[in-house]
């Protein structure tokens, strides 16, 4: 009976200590947050396999992504870090819709310093980051691991099948545009109702229709210059010409972002003028061979600079994340040559800094680095004054809705610079 008592003293102790240990278990597993503004199917399902390679050399972490399109995030990340929550790590935009307003408010954890500990200046050139951080050029707050280029997208099967031609002028894209239409098809596919995707229309009309340092000085908020003058009212015609001449999806204002970019996928219209930040799914998912040209200039003489070309979102950690450590660690790793090949190689433009540039993955990959060959940065309007942003992407509705005339646009947009950018609210 002895041996039985302390055979069963043993189980007890053996017990107890499985039970004290399971929830220390529970304890050392980790969730790691990252939210990022970005619907395309493919672009989340790359992130989720960098993470998932990221978590698994670390047992007992998880990385947990939540996607949002770009006016959900706008609307969602902020009135989670005001209410002190938030993810651990996000991708977010850069400017005071953004990064700059994150920054402003406390949220994002200066990266300054981690940046020149983690070797993340010598990863990424210096006029990136400080074209994104152009609020704080001293400070640090995200860092930008990818550029991207705003352009024509275009089906090569109805090209060849039409014998088009890729443009050497605007009035060539215009012919093009009007040979599509003749042959029944719908030129280019418009996301309008988002209204952010019919600006990338206007944008690319934008910057071919004045030097580069006019819109510098309007991001820079500099008082010199003006929305409302006969280039900007140019671009501006220009655009609401295109779409009363069908050239642009006559439904764009009731058709979104993922449905414009489903139109072309599935082969219903010849082209779409938007972001390489779809790109891994305009190479992947239609069974077209897919081109990418730059817009052509409106003004030819001028130094070519496409609207929208430029380092896109940001990475920042939170301030209030409890998991700081690890929120570094995977920054570090997206910043890494590594998760840089993956993005690469699934058709981003990476901003790493290689020492020998890998090989285009796709034909559209080789197309879209061709045309950055000769063309230079440019900006979304109102990346630093979100209520310019605003009302640019609420006129141009209305302007292709027939509400407003290119000058009122003009004069709108006139007036919020001077009420809400200058003023710096």
Known sequence: ???????????????????????????????????????APATVELFQQVADEFAAERPGVAVEITSYGFDDFLRVMPLALDGGEGPDVAYVPWGLQALGRYALAGHAVELTELAGENGWLDRYAMSDIR???????????????????????????????????????????????????????????????????????????????MPIEVITGIEENDPAYRLDTPE????????????????????????????ANNLFINGDVAMNIGGTWVMNDFADLPEFEVGFFPTPQLDPDLPWHAG???????????????????????VDYLLGEAAQTAFWDAGHITAYQFDEMPPPSTPLLADVAAANSYTGFGYNIGVTCSALNLATWRTLQ??????????????????????????GE
């Open 1 to 39: 009976m002895k041996a039985n008592n302390k055979f069963k003293f043993v189980l007890l102790g053996l017990l107890a200590l499985l039970l004290m240990a399971a929830p220390l278990t529970a304890q050392d597993d980790v969730t790691l947050t990252f939210w990022f503004e970005g619907d």
């Open 131 to 209: 074209l994104t951080n152009g609020l704080t050029p001293d400070q640090i707050y995200g860092i930008p691991f990818e550029n991207v280029t705003i352009g024509v997208f275009y089906n090569k099967e109805i090209f060849a099948d039409l014998g088009l031609e890729l443009p050497g002028s605007l009035e060539d894209f215009e012919a093009i545009m009007q040979a599509v239409l003749d042959a029944g098809i719908t030129p280019v596919s418009v996301g309008g109702r988002d209204s952010w995707p019919l600006a990338h229309v206007w944008l690319q009309l934008v910057h071919t229709a």
């Open 232 to 259: 900007f009212l140019a671009a501006t015609e220009k655009t609401l010409e295109w779409a009363q001449a069908g050239y642009l999806d006559p439904n764009m204002l009731s058709t979104g972002f993922v449905d």
């Open 308 to 330: 929208g070309k430029n380092p896109y979102n940001n990475l920042m950690i939170n301030s209030t994340t409890e998991r700081m450590d690890l929120a570094i660690a995977f």
């Open 398 to 423: 209305e302007l292709v809705g027939g509400d407003i005339s290119p000058e009122e646009l003009t004069a709108t947009n006139q007036q919020v610079y001077e009420e809400d950018c200058l003023s």
